[in-house]
């Protein structure tokens, strides 16, 4: 098994929990559903990878990214609460959404029933 350095990906993932956890303060939530499966998926394989060994952390050079990563979590961890309730409002619009066309087609279905036999 190669070991390789975990700078780039954790850079990575770092630039990718920095720019969701930018657009909290501002009260948006810029992130879909895949977006968030992507990133945690991104999470777990770091996690993996370093109970593995397949990636180690230089402490002298990539420390303050190690930190970083560390900080995001922490962040991220805090913010869970925000994600469910952003992903619970929009799994109900979404519900209200599918009602409201399943009525469209239901009184498009009888008004087109009640056409043809008149």
Known sequence: MKVQP???QLCEVNR???SLL???PRGVIDITSQQLAT???DLSEIE???E???IRV???IEMPVLREYRRLLEDLRRQI???HAHFLAERARLERERGHLRATAYCAHADLHTTHFK
């Open 6 to 8: 975990a700078t780039d």
């Open 16 to 18: 990718r929990l920095r």
């Open 22 to 24: 930018g657009t909290f």
């Open 39 to 41: 990133l945690l998926n």
């Open 48 to 50: 993996a990878a370093f």
């Open 52 to 54: 593995n060994g397949s």
């Open 58 to 60: 230089n402490e002298e």
């Open 81 to 83: 609460p925000v994600l």
